[in-house]
């Protein structure tokens, strides 16, 4: 995919680029990056994803390139032109042999690195039997690899926010642990602490004495390997962004069979990569095969499935000058194609380029604990600060005066707000995988308070996805003028076809046939009629109309209206009107004649799921505005809309990919928080698009990777408990950051007042952290509707 849509040298006027963003740690750098950048003269709109790691910039004349990284580069991060993308897109097996991350490397490095020291770290600080002689010493070799290396993005993001007058969670972090351990190295080299022999002095209250024997190197080594592992993990998460586009990518051809003309002017088959083909190219795509590009029917004629791309679930009939869509199947006979358009600007190219500027456009959420903290942080400081100065400017010690203003710095150390979210989306996301719910992070929550209206794909999400069996109407009473005295079946005037006589050759003739639709019809057969019997013969299909043949001595035909026609057979009053019925409600008609008489309607269609009515309800009760979306007709989709209990004006039929978004996005536009269930990969920048994406897990890549929540088992009626579950889990996240910090709140003056030494500050902060795990837990007895 083109990372650049214009010229970055000379050109049009406005040019747009994208640059990939590195150094950033949280939502905050992004907004910062962005403020920078819009403030450029020249700069028309710049937007900066945290979660992708990318900027969009358009600008006009008088700066360039270099100008714009060198803006971001002055604010304390990286940024670079990306890589060209490789000329065939990249398989799954190449995506999972590539090098990983080197951040994510580097953090798991460390975070092994702080695990492996701070427990034993905390055990001879916590443990008064394993106090050995000069045991601090041993405290101090094993901390300070853990402060200085693993804690090391702490600090550097903590610096480079600081350059900038910003503080974060970053900047609590790194002044809390280098507080801990600056004072711990105090008291180890100039203190008494670092005599043989020396053992914690424990008291409730700051000593006015002596206090340079106290050391806090397990808090300042297991608050680093704590938030170091959320950090990793948050880091892992995010590098998934990108998995949309590759999986939308990755449904592709791969390669194609390209018509050439050897020496002697003879056209022959030439097997080339995808990415050699060229427009005006044609090329063979066989039963069961990819299209490998846009393009035209040139020759043969088949069906087309395009419900991954369209939505819609009735196979395309196509045949010379038809159009065809890359990556749709080739589900009937031989076609060639020739290539009209290749690369960037084929539809499916188009459709993940909709999925990137969706994700984009998406605003990043920041964390409410780095949000409260830019105003928390400062105020904490500051109050260190002012603790040292009045307690020395009532004469008492600088030990004292010190201690007061480390147990201040420790008090607010955000061990608990560090864990308010990791462990309640632990639990939250645990308990949501029990129960085919999966949710990809904190930031997807946020979304789940606020949405008021869900829009439902219809196909493969409100119903089944593919084609069904769903009626059988035979021909009433006839009157012996329609009776057919040769019959070979003898039948009376007035009596009526039986259906398994019908299913039976029907299935039979179908059963030789590779159009889905046939399929359908076979497969239902076989359910309900039991094995079906050979075709002995004169077996045709008829392009766009049936087919026919001969099975157990009856001449029979299964197809459209004009087959029979064709064959001089009239359809009766009785299955004209079934037919029009079934078509008006957006199924199917098949007729069945055999024997020169017509005898059944076969009605398939995309059948309903049986729980999708009920999950409509459900969504109702949890005060949802539902909305079908479907790439079918105005009939499949009101038919749909009606048993499943969606309003008509509810209902948006006959929408392409491009119009699925501009969908959700009017009803943004109109003041409502959308979320949407889809499951194809036409969903999938609509996904991204919506404020709240849940993916049906029986659904394509695409549509589960731009999706937020992913619905696992595929029953609609797991969305609303993924709703349900969503502001549970959010909810117990602000209860546990409202505790973290009223805990701040009443300990930090006891602890400026000299009523709690560092030591019970640590403590202190360790219960505050069993609190936020211990309500986090609660999670696990979330209960879904069904049960």
């Not at 605003?363 to 928390?376: G, P």
């Not at 632990?426 to 999966?438: D, E, F, M, N």
């Not at 789940?448 to 219809?458: E, F, P, S």
């Not at 009785?574 to 055999?594: C, F, H, N």
Request: hydrophobic content about 50%; some cysteine; glycine content about 10%.
């Amino acid at each position: 995919m083109a990372t650049t849509t214009a010229h970055t040298d000379g050109g049009p006027a406005e040019q747009r680029i994208e640059l990939e963003i590195g150094g950033m740690t949280c939502a905050s750098c992004a907004a910062r990056i962005e403020k920078k950048l819009n403030r450029m003269d020249g700069v028309s709109v710049a937007t900066v994803n945290y979660a992708t790691e990318k900027a969009k910039v358009a600008f006009g004349g008088g700066i360039g390139v270099g100008d714009l990284i060198a803006t971001v580069e002055a604010t304390g991060y990286t940024a670079a032109l990306p890589a060209p993308p490789a000329a065939a897109p990249p398989s799954r097996d190449d995506a999972e042999a590539a090098p990983e991350d080197p951040e994510l490397t580097s953090l798991r490095q460390r975070l092994t690195t702080a695990v492996v020291l701070a427990v034993p770290v905390v055990a001879l600080s916590m443990i008064p039997a394993l106090q050995f002689t000069n045991w601090q010493w041993l405290a101090l070799t094993l901390a300070s690899p853990v402060v200085v290396y693993a804690g090391w993005p702490f600090h550097r993001a903590a610096w480079t926010n600081a350059r900038h007058g910003a503080a974060t969670m970053d900047t609590l972090v790194s002044v809390g642990t280098l507080a801990a351990y600056g004072w711990s190295l105090w008291a180890l080299f100039f203190g008494t602490a670092g005599m043989p022999g020396m053992t914690h002095p424990f008291a409730f209250t700051i000593s006015r004495g002596d206090a340079s024997g106290d050391l806090y190197l397990e808090a300042a080594a297991g608050v680093t390997a704590f938030l170091l592992a959320g950090r990793y993990f948050e880091a892992r998460a995010k590098r998934r962004a990108g998995a949309a586009l590759r999986a939308l990518l990755e449904l592709g051809a791969r390669d194609v069979a390209v018509l050439r003309r050897d020496v002697t002017g003879r056209e022959t088959e030439v097997r080339v990569p995808v990415g050699e083909l060229a427009v005006g190219d044609r090329f063979v795509v066989r039963p069961g095969e990819k299209i490998a590009t846009d393009g035209v029917v040139r020759d043969g004629g088949s069906a087309v499935d395009a419900s991954m791309l369209t939505g819609e679930s009735v196979p395309v009939e196509v045949g010379p000058g038809s159009p065809v869509t890359g990556a749709t199947v080739n589900a009937g006979g031989r076609i060639v194609v020739e290539a009209l358009r290749i690369g960037a600007d084929t539809q499916l190219a188009r459709m993940a380029s909709l999925v990137e500027d969706a994700q984009n456009g998406k605003a990043a959420a920041q964390r409410l604990a780095d949000r409260i903290s830019a105003v928390f942080v400062p105020a904490v400081i500051v109050l260190a600060l002012g603790t040292l100065g009045v307690w020395l400017g009532f004469g008492e010690g600088a030990a004292a005066a010190f201690t007061a203003a480390v147990a201040v710095l420790i008090i607010a150390c955000p061990c608990a707000l560090g864990l308010a979210t990791p462990t309640a989306l632990l639990v939250g996301t645990g308990r949501g995988a029990q129960l085919g719910i999966l949710i990809k992070g904190p930031e997807v929550l946020e979304s789940t308070r606020a949405v008021d209206t869900v829009v439902l794909d219809k196909t493969g999400t409100v119903t089944t996805g593919s084609m069904t069996l769903t009626e059988v109407h035979t021909v009433g009473p006839v009157s012996t003028d329609d009776t057919d005295a040769t019959d070979a079946t003898h039948e009376k005037a007035g009596e009526k076809a039986e259906e398994k006589d019908v299913l039976r050759l029907a299935g039979a003739l179908e059963h030789a046939s590779e159009h889905p639709i046939a399929k359908a019809i076979a497969t239902a057969a076989a359910d309900r009629a039991g094995e079906l019997p050979p075709v002995e013969g004169d077996f045709t299909n008829v392009p766009g109309l049936g087919v026919r043949g001969t099975v157990e001595g009856h001449a029979v035909l299964v197809g459209r209206e004009q087959l029979l026609a064709d064959a001089g057979v009239r359809l009766p009053a009785e299955l004209a009107a079934a037919k029009s019925a079934a078509e008006a409600r957006g199924g199917t008609a098949v007729l069945v004649a055999w024997d020169g008489r017509a005898r059944a309607v076969l009605v398939v269609a995309d059948a309903v799921k049986p729980t999708s009515a009920e999950a409509v309800r459900r969504l109702r009760a949890l005060g949802l505005r539902p909305v079908l979306l479907t790439g079918d007709n105005a009939a499949v989709a009101g038919a749909v809309a009606a048993e499943v209990g969606i309003d008509p004006a509810d209902v948006h039929a006959g929408v392409l990919p491009e119009e699925k978004v501009a969908v959700v996005r009017g009803l943004q536009d109109q003041g409502r928080t959308v979320a949407m269930v889809g499951d194809g990969v036409n969903d999938a920048a609509a996904l991204a698009q919506a404020d709240l994406g849940l993916a049906m897990g029986t659904g394509t890549d695409a549509a589960i990777e731009a999706g937020d929540l992913t619905l696992v088992r595929g029953d609609l009626r797991v969305a609303a408990d993924a709703i349900r579950l969503s502001r549970k889990t959010l909810a117990t996240i602000k209860a546990n950051l409202f505790w973290a910090f009223a805990y701040n709140l009443a300990a930090i003056p006891l602890a400026a007042a000299g009523l709690l030494n560092p030591m019970i500050a640590g403590a202190a902060m360790a219960l505050s952290s069993v609190f936020v795990v211990g309500n986090s837990l609660r999670l696990r007895s979330f209960r879904p509707l069904s049960d």
